[in-house]
């Protein structure tokens, strides 16, 4: 028994238990996964936000081309029709005069428009006049000088990567050309990269938790800035957009170059400052159209470069703008402008958080005690296996020992009497009577032996018929009198005059009063005296009790139940020196309890016991 509950213990418990714990351990990170996964989500989110951004841009950049290739054809037909069908001088007076005007003119049609340029390589800024109004005056000063590729500036470009794959050549004259012209990369990439301006609580790293170079490098753009002259950037491209911030204000320029020009004439390049205030009302109604299917529990918000939001999702939300749950740089088209995704309800996460643990608990909790209430029960039923298994072989070596008691006596008697050498009658009718009673006790025996296999295969039949319990009694208990008498037994018996009817097989029923009145006697030490009554009772129902009472060692306390458990015996053969095979309760319960009654054990005042078989009385 105990190898198998240690290895129970070892193959069983140990690892439910091990593995109870690394689930508790798990349980400890859940906030840490949920956030994780809600941060991959909402990064999705930020990111497709930045993306649609970047593409609203782009199409803004396209009608921008649009805008300037029909002001240039506009310009080429009126100047044919003026010049009667000549361009003359290779098209430099047509440009100069389609350039000066071309500030004006993109101003009234394309409404992102602040201000229109107009730079060509030969003759410089051809458009806006500084002295036309206050903003241009002030875009010549901030921009003149890079245009014209006279200063280098810190810009932002958005086709760094097209950039660096095309060669550039100076060219032989030395003619300030927008074509080909080598800088040193050193040069052209001298830019330095700037801290972000907001902190999102889960920031985008490979590792669940970044180490101090990974966490201190996310806290810095990821777009950032070339010092370079405005030819280098825009290499031999047709058209692109770039940044600057100028006395820390983000300036938006668009440009553009018509492809079916002659390649002199490319050198001409039209553009536009945007103004930013409806770029961002632009900005605004595509952050309101996008994906109404994320809304659930976050905001989402563009944030310029000095992290105030300038598209909020949802009208009226406030946030602590710096500290977003995630966010994403939109790159170089609005540098150090953000994508950013707001919690609705920071506290959520957490309260998600500790229901998942309570919920994941309470499974581990009940997991550990399943495992628990499980092994106790296979423990349990082991050991009553085992116990029954023990009982099995004391009632083989009872059974046998029984069997041999009473035949070694018949055949020492029988013997006696068949050599002669019994003379006096009266000795030979004692000796006749043991060779009786020792008859009776192995029928006895070997009646209960085979019943109770019967019973076991559900093969016992019974065969009930109305008749009084208490002529039963009596001619059972006048029967086995003599026996009882013969080894000094009293029994005193109190029957009702009246018949006790009841349903029953009469030798199924005298084999329980015998059983009861074979213990009485096995079981009395001292006093042999045995009480046998019969009781009518009419509550709760109408029934009828046979009482077997001795004087005897009574039943040990706690197995007044286990004493009708088959095998079982109370008074083993080795210390009480009592046969038996733990049959005869067994099956007295069973019988009685076939009969709709049942055999039960009292404790007796003045000690020794009392067994009462409980019929129900056939109704009149
Ligand atoms: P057994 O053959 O051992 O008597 P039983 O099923 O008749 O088998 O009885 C089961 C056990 O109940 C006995 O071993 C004994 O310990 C206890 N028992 C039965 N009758 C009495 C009694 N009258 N007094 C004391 N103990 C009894």
């Known amino acids: ?77 009126q100047y044919l029709s003026e010049k009667k069908l000549h361009i003359g001088d290779g098209g430099a007076e047509f440009l100069h005069s389609a350039g000066a005007g071309f500030d004006n003119h993109i101003r009234k049609q394309w409404p992102l428009a602040e201000v229109g340029f107009c730079v060509s390589s030969k003759e410089g800024l051809l458009s806006p006049s500084p002295t036309s109004r206050p903003e241009a005056r002030m875009f010549c000063a901030d921009h003149g000088g890079f245009l014209v590729n006279r200063d280098i500036a810190e810009v932002y470009w958005n086709n760094v990567a097209n950039h660096r794959a095309q ?26 990269a700037q801290p972000r301006k907001i902190n999102p609580m889960q920031q985008q790293a490979v590792l669940p938790v970044p180490n101090e170079l990974q966490a201190e490098s996310l806290n810095f753009s990821k777009v950032v800035a070339a010092d370079a002259e405005f030819r280098v950037l825009i290499g031999d491209a047709m058209d692109g957009m770039l940044a600057r911030f100028v006395q820390d204000k983000l300036r938006l320029m668009f440009w553009h170059r018509e492809p079916h020009l002659e390649p002199l004439e490319q050198q001409t390049i039209f553009g536009a400052q945007l103004d930013l205030a409806r770029v961002v009302e632009g900005l605004k109604e595509r952050v309101k159209a996008f994906e109404p299917a994320y809304r659930e529990g976050i905001a989402f918000a563009v944030l310029d470069d000095k992290a105030k939001p300038v598209a909020i999702s ?60 499980g092994s106790w029960l296979i423990v349990s039923d082991l050991n009553r296996q085992l116990t029954l298994a023990r009982q099995k072989t004391d009632f083989v070596s009872n059974v046998s020992h029984e069997l041999k008691t009473p035949l070694t006596s018949i055949r020492m008697f029988s013997e006696m009497l068949a050599e002669g050498r019994v003379t006096g009658p009266d000795k030979q009718r004692s000796f006749l009577n043991i060779i009786t009673a020792e008859t009776a006790r192995l029928t006895r025996l070997i009646n209960n032996v085979l019943d109770f296999s019967r019973m076991e295969r559900g ?21 086995f009198r003599p026996h009882l008498e013969s080894n000094g037994f009293r029994l005193n018996c109190a029957f009702p005059e009246s018949p006790q009817i009841v349903n029953g097989d009469r030798d199924a029923l005298a084999q329980v009063v015998v059983n009861l009145l074979s213990n009485a006697e096995k079981y009395s030490n001292g006093q042999k005296e045995i009480e046998l009554q019969i009781e009518r009772h009419n509550q709760p129902k109408p029934s009828v009790e046979v009482r077997v009472m001795d004087r005897g060692m009574g039943v040990p306390r706690g197995c007044e139940e286990k004493i009708f458990e088959q095998f079982y015996r109370a008074h083993d053969s080795l210390n009480s020196g009592i046969q038996g095979s733990g049959l005869g309760l067994t099956l007295a319960r069973q019988i009685a309890r076939a009969h709709g009654g049942d055999v039960t054990c009292e404790p007796r005042d003045g000690g020794g016991s009392c067994f009462v078989l409980r019929l129900p009385v056939k109704p009149a």
């Open 314 to 373: 949802s009208a009226g939300f406030q946030a602590n703008w710096k500290r977003p749950f995630v966010a994403t740089e939109i790159g170089q088209a609005l540098p150090h402008w953000e994508a950013a995704v707001y919690l609705t309800d920071p506290g959520s996460l957490a309260r998600s958080a500790s229901t998942m643990r309570l919920t994941l608990g309470l499974l581990i909790a009940l997991f550990v005690v399943a495992i628990g209430a």
């Open 167 to 192: 060669p550039v050549f100076k060219s032989a004259s030395g003619i300030n050309t927008f074509q080909k012209m080598p800088l040193l990369e050193t040069n052209l990439f001298a830019s330095k």
């Open 1 to 77: 028994m105990k190898k198998v509950a240690l290895i129970f213990v070892l193959a069983v418990i140990l690892p439910s238990l091990a593995l109870a714990w690394l689930a508790v351990r798990s349980l400890r990170d859940q906030q840490f996964v949920l956030e994780r996964q809600q941060s991959l989500l909402y990064q999705g989110v930020t990111d497709a936000l930045a993306k649609d951004i970047t593409d609203y841009l782009s199409d803004q950049q396209r009608d921008f081309s649009t805008h300037v290739q029909q002001y240039l054809s506009g310009q080429i037909q």
């Open 459 to 479: 093969e016992k039949k019974y065969s009930f018929a109305s008749g009084d319990l208490a002529e039963v009694v009596r001619e059972t208990a006048e029967t």
